[in-house]
C-alpha cells in the first residue's frame, strides 16, 4: 500500500505506527498541506476531502480518516480484538478523540507548530475543550493502565498521537503524572522515542 | 437495554432511528443536558463523557458515543454490510462526521436553538467549515443517491441527524439541491416526517 503524509502529523503517524507495528509494508509519500498538495485534482481524485492521511491500496482502492485506516488495517490483529463490544468501546474512545480531543488538543498545535502563531492566539474555547479532554484521560489512567481491555489497542494508538505532542500546543502536561506514565507504555510498546 | 437521551439531539436521534428500524426494544430516558442530568454522580459512573446518548444494557454494561453505539447495534444488519472495505468506507463517513461536520453544523444550530443564541453569534471558522461539510456533501450526492454503496446505512443515518436541521444553524440548503434529495431518500427509508 501507499499512504500519503506527513511525519508532522498524528493523523498520519497513527497509521505509520500502526502498518509498523503490524509488519505491514507500505511506500510513504511526505505530502506538504500547507503547499497545497493534498488539494491537487490527482489527491482530490484519490480522496475527495483533501486530508492526509490518505492510503492507496494495491488494487487502486483508497481510504482517507485516519482512525478508519487503522481500524481497516489492525482488523484480526491484537490492536482490534475481535470481542464486538470490546471493539464498540474502542470505537468510543475513536469517535471522541476525532470530536472532542483532535479538534483541540491538535488544533492548538496545528497553529502554533505548522502556522507559527504565538499560544495567546489559541481560542480559549479550544484551550478550555482541550484541557479538559487531557483531564478526562488524566481521570482514566488513574485507574487503568490501557483506555480498553490490558494492552496497547488503535483506541491508545489514536489517543496518544496528539496528547504526547499536546505541550507543543501550550498544554501543561506536568499536572498529569497518570497520562505521562501512558505516553511512556505507549510509546516503548510502539517502539519509539520519547 | 436503556437509552438516555434528548429528542432534540441529533446525537441520540442516530440511536433511535439505528434501533426502531433493527426492530430493537428499547426504554428512553429523556436527558435534559442544560439542567446538568448528564453531569450527576449517577450519569459519570455510566458514562465518564456526561454525554448523551448513553446505552445502558441489560447486563449492566453502558456505551457512549452516537457512532460506536449506532456501529455495536447494527453490526450484521444491512446498516453495516459485512465487507471489510464497505465498513471502512463507512467508518471514514463516520469519523468525518464527528469531525468536520458535527462541530459545525451542529455546534452553530445548538447556539441558536438550545442557547437561543442569533445567527451572527456563531463563530465564522465554525460557519466556513460547516459550508464546507455540507458542500462536501453536496458534491458526492451529485453522483450517488447514497454515501456507499446502493442503501441506507449507519453513515447515511449519521450524516442526516443534523444535515436535515442544519437550517436551525443558519445553513442553506437552497442551493443544495442534491443533499436535499438525499435527506428526502434518508427520511423515507428512516420513515420519519419531512
Redesign the interface.
Known sequence: MHIFGDHGSGNCLKVKWTADLLGLPYRWTEIDILKGESRTPDFLAMN??GQVPTVLFDDG?A???????M??LA?GSRLLPDD??V???I??W???E???H??NVAGARFRMVYLHQPASSVPEAMRVRGDAALD?LE??FAGADWLVGDGLTIADIALVAYTRVAHEGGFDLGPRPALRGWITRCEKALGIAA
Open positions: 475527495p476531502a482502492r481510504l482517507g480518516e485516519s482512525n478508519a485506516i481500524r481497516y482488523r464486538p463490544f471493539q464498540a468501546k470505537d468510543g475513536l469517535f471522541w476525532q470530536n472532542a483532535e479538534p478526562r481521570a482514566h
